[in-house]
């Protein structure tokens, strides 16, 4: 499902002429709008220039909703390539610059966990 996900982004971007910004986790998990993603699995294309992410999960893989521990509404320039979120909560260009003093570092939602 995830995929199928990062396919239909990509393609709606491909034929609006939109460039996507690829959101990376450099540690652990975190949801991107509703879209679970972990260190090393790969990206989550969002076209928009803003998402909000959900992060600083417990880790506890069992339950498949849980908690966040912490909302970010965030959002950047369109055109941005690259987008990093790191071990902090914080986001980061492809030069290792905070974008904006985004992070996240308040708020609850009960969302899909990332970790099941």
């Known amino acids: 499902m995830q995929t199928t996900t990062h396919v ?32 090393g699995g790969g990206t989550v294309s969002v076209t928009s220039g803003s998402a909000t992410i959900y992060g600083r999960f417990d880790g506890n893989g069992q339950p498949p909703k849980t908690w966040s521990g912490c909302i970010l509404n965030a959002e950047w320039p369109a055109d941005y390539g690259d987008i990093y979120y790191g071990a902090d909560n914080c986001l980061y260009d492809g030069t290792a610059q905070n974008i904006g003093g985004q992070c996240c570092t308040t708020g609850q939602e009960y969302v899909v966990n990332p970790y099941h």
């Not at 990509?10 to 460039?19: K, Q």
């Not at 450099?26 to 509703?34: D, E, K, L, T």
Request: net charge neutral; glycine share 6%; hydrophobic share 55%.
């Open 8 to 39: 239909i982004a990509l393609m709606t971007a491909l034929v609006a002429g939109v460039s996507a910004t690829n959101i990376h986790a450099n540690s652990g998990c975190i949801v991107i709008n509703s879209t679970p993603l972990c260190a």
